[in-house]
Each structure stands twice: as C-alpha cells, then as structure tokens.
C-alpha cells in the first residue's frame, strides 16, 4: 500500500526559529494538503497545492507559513518565526484527483519551546 | 459562519450492533464529503467519500448517506467490531481543495 511519508515525526523547535517539516506524497497524486491538529482539537486544513501552486489556504494559513514542491517528490512545510501557539501535529496529505480519498501522513508532532 | 457538527463526541454501542454516526454543517455547499477513521497519534485514514449528487455509499461493513437539503450524512457501520472502536471524523470539501472536518465521534464497541 502506497504511503505518505513525514519527516522528522517529532520537532522540538526554540520560539522565534523556523522550521520546515517534509513530506513526500504518493508518486502518482497530483494534489497535496497541510493540515495541522493541535493536542485534543480538530484536524484543521492550512493550504491545499496542485501544478506547483497554491489552490486554496486557510485564515490560519498567513505570511507566516509557506510551502513548496521543491522537486518531484517533495512537498513541505515551512513556518518562520515560530511561536508557542504553533506546537501540534501537522500532517501532509495527498490525492490521486480532485474528489477522491486522501492519504495522509502519520504527521509531525511540532513543539515548540 | 461555516460549522460542522457530530452527533456526539463519544457513542458506546454493543458488539455486532449498528453504529450510526451524524454529521450535520450549516452555511457550506460542499462538492463532496469524506468520513475518516482516526486512531490516537495517527493520520486520519480515508474511510469513504461522497459527492453531492449522490445519496448513499457502500464500502463492506460501512454505509455512508448524504442529504443536501437536510445538509446531514449518516456514516453507519454494521456488525460492528472493538477494532471498530477509534474516532470518525466527516469532513466536507470544496473542489479547490479546501476543507473542513467536524470535530469527530469516538466509538467504542464493547465486546
């Protein structure tokens, strides 16, 4: 079974640093998703990618955040200036198409300190 | 505002019972709907999905339904099992990508 796969899967991070979390999607989805979960809440999206843009992001989404295909495999996460409010698990997903089921990653947990 | 609400945040239900979950959103018009299964410190994992001009999927033991007008899907599982017993979150989704998931339903069957 084809897998999404995060590195690191924990991230200790000083308040104030950047931090750029990794993912590489299934090799045939076209389409890629941040989420994050913050400790006992819901899964919130941040920013969805396809044909090497942003299709579509979130409130939670702001300059803060970037991401970036910067290969054919992989897809990350980048959040400068961290902040205590940042610490949760983030995950990465991808899909084959538009409306069709997403696989997700077993996620970063991101603390920061 | 857009909101997505789940029955309840914990159901208990009998070994080999039906388990039906709700989920109902207000202020969204969403192209398709997914349910996920989560397990604790896991990535959701894709259970069904459901697109707005359908009424009701099958996948095995599980049964999704989706009612625009009401603007509710029912997720049920039949003969249900304990290793059914995680957290089952909907989410709805517009065809750019953008998403929002409810805040989850854990269910717990017993043996």
């Known amino acids: 079974e084809p897998e999404v796969t995060q590195t690191p899967s924990h991230q200790v991070t000083q308040m104030g640093q950047e931090v750029i979390l990794r993912c590489v999607p299934i090799s045939n989805h076209l389409y890629f998703y941040w989420y994050r979960q913050i400790l006992g809440q819901k899964v919130e999206f941040l920013v969805s990618f396809y044909n090497n843009e942003i299709s579509e992001k979130s409130e939670i989404f702001d300059d803060q955040f970037s991401v970036e295909r910067p290969d054919g495999s992989n897809f990350t996460l980048k959040i400068r200036s961290t902040k205590l409010e940042d610490s949760a698990m983030y995950f990465c997903?991808?899909?084959?198409?538009?409306?069709?089921?997403?696989?997700f990653g077993s996620g970063t947990r991101l603390t920061v300190v | 505002s857009q909101k997505i609400e789940q029955n309840s945040e914990a159901l208990n239900i009998q070994e080999g019972k039906t388990a039906t979950l709700t989920c109902n959103y207000t202020?969204?018009?969403?192209?398709?709907l997914q349910w996920y299964r989560q397990d604790p410190g896991r990535g959701p994992v894709f259970l069904l999905l459901?697109?707005?001009?359908?009424k009701e999927k099958r996948k095995e033991r599980l049964k999704v339904t989706f009612d625009t007008t009401l603007k509710q899907s029912l997720f049920h599982i039949t003969a249900s099992q304990p290793a059914d017993s995680a957290t089952y979150l909907c989410a709805l989704h517009t065809n750019a990508g953008k998403s929002t998931f409810g805040d989850g339903t854990t269910l717990t069957v017993k043996p």
């Open positions: 997903a991808s899909s084959a198409m538009q409306g069709s089921g997403y696989t």
């Open positions: 459901i697109r707005e001009n359908e």
């Open positions: 202020n969204y018009s969403p192209a398709y």
